[in-house]
């Protein structure tokens, strides 16, 4: 039913800044929260942000609470996500998630559509 795509992901030094994009084919987006996850190479798909149908709310780990900033444009289907002072602790795939359920949900189990992810690697 949803098709996500993410973009953006690139080799960036530490303290730079990144953007990503997810592209969704959703005939109803706004009727979906939209959340960034991350996973590092050995370790568990953590959340980092989520943010409501219509942006009204939005949600952030602490990880990286007042570096990344979650934003969505209804009128073209796409979620962002800005990442500033980024560290290499950072490194990981980040995916872009859909969940219709009720803008709260910050484990990964939740989230009924995913995209093919796209790798952010910050170097020292």
């Known amino acids: 039913q949803v098709q996500l795509v993410e973009s953006g992901g690139r080799l960036v030094q530490a303290g730079g800044s990144l953007r990503l994009s997810c592209a969704a084919s959703?005939?109803?987006?706004?009727?979906?929260?939209m959340a960034w996850f991350r996973q590092a190479p050995g370790k568990e798909r953590e959340f980092g942000a989520l943010i409501t149908g219509f942006g009204a709310r939005s949600l952030y780990a602490d990880s990286v609470k007042g570096r990344f900033t979650i934003s969505r444009d209804n009128a073209k289907n796409t979620v962002y996500l800005q990442m500033s002072s980024l560290k290499p602790e950072d490194t990981a795939v980040y995916y872009c998630?859909?969940?219709?359920?009720?803008?709260?949900?910050?484990?990964?189990?939740?989230?009924?559509?995913w995209g093919q992810g796209t790798q952010v690697t910050v170097s020292l």
């Open positions: 998630a859909a969940d219709r359920g009720n803008g709260r949900n910050t484990s990964p189990n939740e989230y009924e559509y």
């Open positions: 959703a005939r109803t987006f706004s009727i979906y929260t």
